[in-house]
């Protein structure tokens, strides 16, 4: 039924390395009912106990930033183990070779427990990095880096953004007018190597020391976008508004690295409740639509409907039942 044989690897031949499930897919697509169906050790699944979570979301590891990421409730965290969720402050730039690093330790440690490490997340760059390996990093100049962050204080993330656009507007695509960050970081490359960001790609084969399990999952684009539209909602319902009114108390300002996320951002650009509302489920609309387009140009792994719960199951036990 599946391009998988017995031995579970995704190329039909038996590979060494570490067996890792990865699960990615669009923001609301239920990704974290999926893994409580499964895994949670209260669940009546035949797999439950038997895995624990690397999260893939570059938000969700930024302490106090609950509501706006929909980061797994500690009740849920106490039934299946969750890393690399809160582990550093919302002004720490925790980026692909971060996640990479971590990620690999953590296979390692899990699998060392007699257990299947599940990578599960949305964030494209650390999934594409995770998978196939860090692109190359660009040699840069220090006098470059400097310049850009003296420019950066005098004259601002727009007029940076702006110039970033006209030098490699595909890399100004992907970041916020106010990411300072990664504009600050594009730029220096532009500068430094008279090439574009996106220049610098990751390798496209998968990575060696891993038996990976590819699962990416959709809904139809009207299904996702109700159910984000339905999300936001009950976000603010929530308290998603005392909760960033909480961290902007704590010191933390619109160019900190947590504070790009989709949830919080929009608070910066809007003073009405409702404005910032639907800034927020068009903010999420658009970024799902970008991940949804990435997802599928993926070359790897399988692709599964989530109106087809029982041959998501299926796939997966196999997995499971070959490694384990």
């Excluded at 949670?40 to 035949?46: E, G, Q, Y």
């Excluded at 690399?84 to 330790?105: K, M, N, T």
């Excluded at 390798?203 to 339905?230: A, Q, T, V």
């Amino acid at each position: 039924m599946y391009p998988f044989d017995k031995t579970g690897v995704q190329s039909g031949e038996k590979t060494e390395g570490i067996p890792v499930l990865v699960i990615t897919a669009p923001t609301a697509t239920g990704k974290t009912e999926l893994l409580e169906t499964l895994f949670a050790d209260n669940s009546s699944s035949p797999l439950a106990g038997k895995a624990e979570i690397i999260s893939a979301d570059s938000m969700q590891v930024y302490k106090g930033l609950d509501i706006g990421t929909a980061k797994p409730d500690a009740s849920f965290r106490s039934h299946l183990p969750h890393h690399l969720i809160d582990i550093c402050s919302p002004d720490f730039q925790f980026g692909a070779g971060e996640f990479v690093s971590a990620a690999d330790a953590l296979c390692h440690d899990i699998w060392n427990r007699h257990k299947i490490p599940v990578v599960c997340g949305g964030t494209t760059f650390y999934i594409k990095s995770f998978l196939y390996g860090l692109p190359p990093t660009p040699e840069c100049n220090a006098v470059v880096r400097h310049e850009l962050e003296r420019r950066m204080k005098e004259e601002g993330a727009e007029v940076l953004w702006q110039e970033l656009r006209g030098l490699d507007p595909e890399s100004a695509e992907k970041i916020h007018v106010n990411d300072e960050y990664r504009i600050k970081r594009a730029l220096e490359v532009c500068l430094s190597t008279g090439k574009k960001r996106s220049d610098f790609e990751v390798p496209e084969k998968l990575r060696s020391g891993f038996n990976f399990c590819i699962i990416k999952l959709e809904r139809s684009r009207e299904d996702l976008y109700n159910r984000i539209d339905r999300r936001v909602d009950q976000m603010l319902d929530l308290g998603l508004a005392d909760e960033f009114a909480g961290v902007r108390r704590a010191g933390y300002k619109s160019s900190d690295p947590g504070m790009q996320a989709i949830g919080y951002r929009e608070f910066f650009m809007e003073s009405d409740i409702e404005s910032v509302k639907e800034l927020i489920k068009k903010d999420t609309r658009h970024y799902a639509k970008k991940q949804l387009t990435f997802f599928r140009s993926m070359p790897d792994g399988f692709s599964f409907s989530m109106d087809n719960p029982e041959e998501i199951k299926e796939k997966i036990e196999g997995f499971f039942s070959v490694n384990l």
